[in-house]
């Protein structure tokens, strides 16, 4: 039996990160609980996970390869679409998921108390398994066109971990604005329909003209899409190191300022939901 | 910080200590802060917020205190806006207080309303380990007493359909089940026993006497019959404050006069 002695009071100086560990099953629960339901009485069931980035690759692949007649420096070019549409695949449906989970369950927020970033954090697992069936049809249609990857793939989860915590910092902030502020659910498909442009997805950083490349690395998603490109397909530039720490403090400083919001407006969510 | 209480905070014979309890709201005479973020940017635009703005505390508990030991039931009576509401709250964590502190050994847990958490497409089967760990516990703990969850529910072959496929009855019955089968230290349950049928009722009101039997079980109902039926002891809040604590029938006596002020005059 538990005997340790617990106090509430004002200051509410609960050791926080140990209560998400004590709590740490629900997050396997809550991502069961989205998987289950967002497949159950679906006809295609899991095979919408891999409908979504081959249509993506085949518009994206059409529209600028066929049309536009981009150069796939080396590789097809619905390939490079591929590699590009899995990282933002997976930032994009953690966002979504991520900052909806608050406002989307107020009957939990006002009647039981567990760690709230419990909720927006449990999108990540669920997404993080969509990547691995994504990744394994990656490998699949490489083989099938016959590209092996190069040495360096393995120090492609580099790009996998940036991606997490810059959709994790992104899906905090928004889902405690969200909680106060109802413009911000309004906002989160335009910074979809836009990041998935602004975002090397269907084009390469090493294509634009120089003077425009250091815009493309402003955007912290921009690193870790093109590290995973050069990690998984060869002939690839590799980011410089410029990019990446920029990409690298980028993503920190979403996660932690993400972290440090949320904890700061968590208390009083039961008394403005 | 729990680790710096020493044991005499809290004597061994007591499971929740409650001292100098408080709680207000702020109310904006015009609104409520954050429902609109065009409203805080003007606010903010035209320098409103550099003026003070009239508010109004409200003080929904105002300095209570209360010792619960293991073993009782402590029913909480009072009429809408006494503070049952935010006191049950403020011992669920869901808000903090504004002054006082709540001190406790082990584990608290709700059963506040019955069946929140439940998702209509997911089946019993996943129900029960949702709610299970949104209720605090860990998976091994539900998978100790799944089989008797499912028993006492009496939802039978119904474990792997959807909940939304449930009658309202099994509903109910499910949901209060995984709450019966928590092991807190202290139980906050508030107006849920109102389940199923007279027989499923009875089966509850026997379960909370026999396996909470040395818990601390703080009870909220306006149901007469089952205050006298379970508690030990019960308190009276008004407006916030604590006017009455001990003998159950004495504590009922005030509350009908609280609530029917006319009527107790005459009599």
């Known amino acids: 039996m538990d005997r340790t002695i617990r106090i509430l009071d004002a200051e509410g100086r609960h050791p926080y990160l140990g209560d998400c560990w004590r709590h740490r099953d629900l997050l396997w629960f809550f991502a069961r609980r989205d998987l289950v339901v967002r497949y159950r009485q679906t006809a295609l069931g899991i095979v919408w996970v891999l409908l979504r980035p081959v249509l993506a690759m085949g518009v994206f692949g059409f529209l600028f390869g066929t049309v536009a007649g981009l150069d796939g420096r080396g590789v097809p070019y619905p390939l490079l679409v591929l590699v590009g549409m899995l990282p933002w695949q997976f930032f994009a449906s953690v966002l979504a998921e991520g900052a909806g989970a608050v406002v989307n369950n107020p009957a939990l927020v006002t009647k039981i108390y567990f760690p709230r970033m419990l909720m927006p954090a449990s999108s990540l697992i669920l997404n993080t398994v969509d990547l691995g069936v994504q990744i394994a049809f990656l490998a699949a249609v490489m083989a099938w066109y016959g590209i092996a990857p190069p040495w360096q793939v393995v120090f492609a989860p580099l790009a996998i971990v940036l991606m997490a915590a810059s959709a994790l910092g992104a899906a905090l902030w928004l889902s405690a604005l969200t909680v106060s502020y109802r413009d911000f659910r309004a906002l989160v498909p335009i910074i979809l329909q836009f990041g998935i442009l602004a975002t090397p997805v269907a084009w390469t950083v090493a294509t634009l003209p120089g003077e425009w490349r250091w815009w493309a690395w402003l955007n912290p998603l921009a690193g870790p899409v093109e590290w995973l490109r050069w990690c998984v397909l060869p002939g690839m530039v590799m980011p410089g190191p410029k990019a990446m720490s920029l990409s690298i403090v980028g993503a920190l400083l979403l996660l932690l300022s993400g972290y440090w919001y949320f904890r700061r407006v968590e208390s009083r969510f039961a008394d403005v939901i | ?267």
């Open chain 2, 1 to 267: 910080m729990s680790s710096e209480l020493v044991s005499s905070d809290l004597p061994d014979d007591v499971a929740i200590r409650i001292r100098g309890l408080s709680k207000s709201y702020t109310i904006h005479g015009r609104r409520l802060p954050g429902i609109s973020l065009r409203d805080d940017i003007l606010r903010c635009i035209s320098l409103q917020w550099m003026r003070k703005a009239p508010t109004h505390p409200f003080v929904a508990l105002a300095d209570v205190d209360l010792d619960v030991r293991p073993g009782e039931v402590v029913g909480i009576l009072g009429g809408n806006g006494a503070g049952k509401s935010t006191l049950l709250k403020l011992l669920c964590r869901i808000t903090r207080p504004s002054t006082g502190r709540i001190i406790y050994r082990g584990r608290i847990a709700s059963i506040l309303e019955v069946g929140t958490g439940f998702h209509p497409d997911l089946s019993g089967r996943e129900n029960i380990y949702l709610n299970g760990a949104i209720l605090g516990m860990r998976r091994a703990e539900i998978n100790a007493v799944f089989d008797d969850i499912v028993a006492f529910a009496e939802i039978g072959e119904f474990l792997d359909e959807p909940v939304k496929r449930y009658s309202s009855g099994m509903f109910v019955r499910l949901a209060f089940s995984i709450a019966a089968h928590l092991d807190p230290e202290v139980l906050v349950v508030d107006e849920v026993l109102a389940v199923g049928d007279e027989r499923f009722r009875s089966k509850c009101l026997e379960r909370v006497r026999s396996h909470f039997a040395r818990r601390a079980v703080l009870f909220v109902s306006h149901d007469e019959a089952m205050v006298r039926a379970i508690c030990t002891r019960a308190i009276v809040l008004d407006h916030g404050r604590k006017l009455f604590d001990g003998d159950v029938q004495a504590a009922l006596g005030l509350y009908h006069s609280l609530s029917r002020p006319a009527c107790a005059s005459t009599s």
